[in-house]
């Protein structure tokens, strides 16, 4: 989910932003964004501890969190 609203904050909120002048949208979905960003940093420390990652598979999850596609190479690669 943190992937999903990240993806519609860059690709329709912030164009709705920018192009069109319509900063309401931003506010919706960039308050539901920074919730399940830090759910998602959470679970990534949470799936640290169950799951027995490395140091470097956790920096790589939380590295992923940052980029626009990264949650799904996670999800596929680690889970």
Known sequence: MEG??????????????????????VQMVGMAHGILFVLYVMGAIYMFKKLEWTVSQLFIAILCSVLPFGPFYVERKFL
């Open 4 to 25: 999903i609203s990240f993806l519609v904050l860059l690709g329709i909120a912030m164009p709705l932003k920018y192009i069109w002048d319509m900063p309401q949208m």
